[in-house]
Antibody, heavy 119, light 106 residues
């Protein structure tokens, strides 16, 4: 059974970059018709889609974050990563990685989430 | 960008009740509408995809309907474990967007 696990610093200083990695276990990141996404939930707010990456390297980002977001995938490590530059307090959130299904564009498997504080 | 609006924002119900949550898209999203359940401290869990298709392992008391811009999630015979926050999400076009959530409370 495929599982996702986020990792990275839980505390980031303002203006510094935020870097997170999602490790995929129980299956190959390259198999099946899936893409790999980042989604966040600021405290007291709803879910915000950050972006997605295919194992081909193709990406889509939320325009509201596009100038600061970079994602990458390392198929040899079964991992994908998020980098968000120049963070502010508004970027504090629980960050989730998730698997997206190509056809339905639904997120069927999620990581447990990792809390990122900006201070 | 497509905006997703859920109603109500919160809902009080009792075990055994039938509840309906609605989700409206700012433009037609065809059948690219998904529903998630989130409990405190947990990741969202996919309940329904493509408007009405039940994700594997999800109880049949959950159902979805709708098309175009208006969609509903119905839970029949509420169980204690159903009290949570529910989100709709459109997968029609990027940026994929979520509704603001509906908190289902006892």
């Amino acid at each position: 059974q495929v599982q996702l696990q986020e990792s990275g610093p839980g505390l980031v200083k303002p203006s510094q970059p935020l870097s997170l990695t999602c490790t995929v276990s129980g299956g190959s990141i390259s198999s099946g018709s899936f893409y790999w996404s980042w989604i966040r939930r600021p405290a007291g707010k709803g879910l915000e889609w950050i972006g997605r990456i295919y194992t081909s390297g193709s990406t889509d980002y939320n325009p509201s974050l596009k100038s600061r977001v970079t994602t990458s995938v390392d198929t040899s490590k079964n991992q994908f990563s998020l980098k968000l530059s120049s963070v502010t307090a508004a970027d504090a959130a629980v960050y989730y990685c998730a698997r997206g299904k190509w056809v339905e564009d639904a997120f069927d498997i999620w990581g447990q989430g990792t809390l990122v504080t900006v201070s | 960008d497509i905006q997703m609006t859920q109603s109500p924002s919160s809902l009080s119900a009792s075990v055994g009740d039938r509840v309906t949550i609605t989700c409206r898209a700012s433009q037609s999203i065809s059948s690219y509408l998904n529903w998630y359940q989130q409990k405190p401290g947990k990741a969202p869990n996919l309940l329904i995809y493509s408007v009405s298709k039940l994700q594997s392992g999800v109880p049949s008391r959950f159902s979805g309907s709708g098309s175009g811009t208006d969609f509903t999630l119905t839970i029949t015979s509420l169980q204690p474990e159903d009290f949570a926050t529910y989100y709709c999400q459109q997968g029609h076009s990027t940026p994929h967007s979520f509704g603001q959530g509906t908190k289902l409370e006892i």
